[in-house]
């Protein structure tokens, strides 16, 4: 495959990269310090004051394929995109790209009804509120889905949920107003994959307890706003379930394809940039009479490192382009792929520049210690490697069914 950028993708490029030189890599600093002191429960002022300046220049929802709320980009064309936006932590917030409210976003667009799109959909595309998205527990092995014990029961008009959540990302943040629920509705049904239902429910309903923030590697605001919350008795009205009972699983899966794809385009970024500090201060510093960069170990590392990225980055194209010419579901053999290969690579390029920078390298002044945190996260997130890996293996047997 040869994926050649189109006149519009190569014009965002550039507006794209002349944004995060004037604005995003000079506020990183502040950035980090605001999530330091300020923590995970507050509003950081410098992503407040950078949104608008992206939305003036229409960087905004680049993310939504094919949609007339996006730039109406395929997978394929967001991709370089989404990688020069994950070059920063500060970055995709700045856009209306970030996890988890790209995931929900696509949700309430494909699977709301028209009310629920408008008193939520609509605040979310416009930046104005934050979401969550409750699919983790802490009781139960939540890389099976199916696991979840969390009850969304019916009661007249209403459904009454009860669950404990945790790794709930965002939740701590004062803007976040709406979370995607996943529970069982029916656990008794036969089909496993059709026991769980999503519900939407607002942040500042009675029964809705955010317990704590929970750390990434002992950061608090950054990388992630992870946290715990606790559903009680929480009533809202049968209006709020999403696509209908049972059909949970399917949403769910829905949402992870791009969710996926597009954490492996902004890892890529995270390995580009912090290959491009590893080369620097490779060159800089000096170690044994010679610059480090001379040290053949160091080269070794850089050029693993080049082709590791370039391996990743070809991988996540291929994945993008099935998605938008044969879909989601026929293309998860590539999205686990990636799943995969995307974060190890990235552990592996960050660690190394780690390695380079020497002690300066664990601590917080040259972005690497939270880029290995992000890094080392995503092979857990959205489904954790062991899990990839057998579906990977599976749908490569399948192939050989009829000759074993």
């Given at each position: 495959?040869f ?31 605001e ?9 950081y002022?410098v ?7 992206a939305?003036?220049?229409?960087l905004?929802?680049?993310?939504l ?7 109406g980009l395929t ?10 936006m994950?070059r ?6 700045l ?35 934050r ?18 014990e ?24 004062p ?16 089909d ?6 999503m519900i ?9 307890t955010v ?7 002992g ?8 946290s ?8 809202v009205?049968v209006?709020?379930?999403?696509l ?9 899966q829905?949402?992870?394809g791009?969710?996926?794809?597009h954490h492996c ?5 995270l390995?580009?940039?912090?290959l491009?500090?590893?080369c ?25 490192a080049?082709?590791m ?9 291929n994945?993008?382009?099935?998605m ?9 053999m590539?999205?686990?792929?990636i ?7 990235a552990?592996?390029v960050?660690d190394?520049?780690m390695q380079?920078?020497?002690g300066g ?9 939270t880029?290995?945190?992000?890094a ?16 990977i293996?599976r749908?490569?047997?399948?192939k ?5």
């Amino acid at each position: 495959m040869f994926y050649e950028k189109s006149e519009k993708v190569l014009q965002l490029t550039a507006r794209l990269e002349a944004f995060m030189d004037r604005h995003v890599y000079p506020n990183e600093a502040r950035f980090y310090r605001e999530a330091e002191e300020l923590g995970p429960w507050k509003i950081y002022p410098v992503v407040e004051e950078l949104k608008p300046l992206a939305k003036k220049e229409g960087l905004w929802n680049l993310f939504l394929p094919a949609s007339g709320h996006g730039a109406g980009l395929t997978n394929l064309e967001y991709a370089p995109l989404c990688e020069i936006m994950g070059r920063s932590h500060l970055a995709p917030e700045l856009f209306n790209c970030n996890a988890p409210d790209t995931g929900n976003m696509e949700v309430l667009e494909r699977y709301g009804t028209p009310e629920q799109q408008e008193r939520w959909l609509k605040p979310l595309l416009a930046g104005e509120i934050r979401s969550c998205f409750a699919m983790t527990e802490p009781a139960v092995a939540s890389s099976d889905a199916t696991n979840i014990e969390s009850s969304i029961v019916r009661d007249g008009n209403e459904y009454v949920i009860n669950g404990h959540k945790w790794y709930t990302t965002n939740a701590t943040d004062p803007r976040c107003k709406i979370c995607i629920f996943m529970g069982k509705t029916d656990p008794a049904n036969p089909d496993r994959h059709r026991q769980q239902s999503m519900i939407l429910v607002p942040m500042d309903t009675p029964g809705v307890t955010v317990t704590r923030a929970l750390p990434v590697f002992g950061y608090y605001g950054v990388p992630d706003r992870a946290s715990e919350v606790l559903f009680k008795n929480v009533r809202v009205p049968v209006s709020n379930m999403l696509l209908g009972e049972g059909r949970g699983f399917e949403i769910a899966q829905g949402r992870l394809g791009p969710g996926r794809i597009h954490h492996c385009m902004r890892l890529i970024g995270l390995a580009e940039r912090s290959l491009e500090r590893m080369c620097i201060r490779a060159s800089s510093r000096v170690a044994f009479g010679k610059p480090i960069a001379e040290q053949t170990v160091t080269q070794e590392r850089i050029a693993e490192a080049r082709i590791m990225i370039e391996q990743a980055r070809l991988l996540t194209l291929n994945a993008a382009y099935k998605m938008d010419t044969v879909g989601n579901k026929a293309a998860r053999m590539e999205i686990a792929m990636i799943k995969v290969a995307v974060p190890n690579m990235a552990c592996q390029v960050i660690d190394w520049a780690m390695q380079a920078h020497g002690g300066g390298g664990t601590s917080n002044d040259f972005g690497l210690a939270t880029a290995y945190a992000t890094a080392r996260l995503l092979r857990l997130a959205d489904g954790p490697d062991e899990v990839h890996r057998n579906q990977i293996a599976r749908l490569e047997l399948k192939k050989y069914s009829n000759r074993a």
